[in-house]
């Protein structure tokens, strides 16, 4: 059976029809549809070299006397992240 008009009154008396401990479930549902009108939201564009070069990110630590080794920097960098995402999975 398809319905081809619903106005307010038919779905107040359909709400009212079901138990209000189901009315959370309506909410749900209904946040569901209002989400799924609503457009995607844009994605950015990929980020290029040539927009990279240009952002002022590359070089951006050039002048920096404390890190020494890049690549053992950023190795420990990564061992840092990787020790607090453990700490807090833990937590």
């Excluded at 070069?53 to 050039?62: I, K, M, P």
């Excluded at 053992?72 to 607090?84: G, K, N, P, S, Y």
């Amino acid at each position: 059976m398809t319905i081809s008009f619903v106005d307010e009154k038919q779905i107040l008396n359909a709400l009212h029809g079901l138990e209000p401990g189901r009315w959370p479930e309506v909410l749900d549902f209904i946040g569901y549809l209002q989400q799924r009108a609503s457009p995607a939201p844009a994605q950015p564009a990929p980020l290029t070299a040539r927009a990279l070069l240009q952002s002022g990110l590359v070089g951006v630590w050039a002048d920096r006397d404390d890190i020494g080794d890049s690549v053992t920097f950023a190795r420990q960098l990564r061992q840092q992240v990787e020790r607090r995402g453990l700490t807090n999975a833990v937590a």
